[in-house]
């Protein structure tokens, strides 16, 4: 299962993508799909056709993942109630 995440590039706006598997501790590479900017708009560097990307962790500033729809289903959210 793929999951959405966003993607922060070291001097370049972030991109929201999909990954099948999150990188390990010892990655020197990240891999994802469907690169867009944030407001779903196609990334400039993007060529058309391409479909897969691959980029060194070296330009990764860091990645934020973020959760599902079932996982958001199963969090217990606490209130203070008055």
Same mark, same amino acid.
Request: aromatic share 8%; net charge negative.
């Given at each position: 299962?793929?999951? $959405? !995440?966003?993607?922060?590039?070291?001097?370049?706006?972030?991109?929201?993508?999909?990954?099948?598997?999150? &990188? *390990? %501790? =010892? /990655?020197? $590479? !990240?891999?994802?799909?469907?690169?867009?900017?944030?407001?779903?708009?196609?990334?400039?560097?993007?060529? &058309? *056709? %391409? =479909? /897969?990307?691959?980029?060194?962790?070296?330009?990764?500033?860091?990645?934020?993942?973020?959760?599902?729809?079932?996982?958001?289903?199963?969090?217990?959210?606490?209130?203070?109630?008055?």
């Amino acid at each position: 299962m793929a999951r $959405s !995440v966003i993607i922060h590039l070291i001097n370049e706006d972030p991109i929201v993508a999909e990954m099948e598997d999150l &990188p *390990g %501790a =010892t /990655a020197t $590479s !990240v891999a994802f799909t469907n690169p867009r900017k944030r407001d779903g708009k196609p990334a400039g560097w993007v060529t &058309p *056709g %391409a =479909t /897969a990307f691959i980029f060194s962790m070296a330009r990764v500033n860091f990645i934020e993942i973020m959760t599902s729809e079932e996982e958001r289903r199963n969090v217990v959210e606490f209130f203070r109630d008055r």
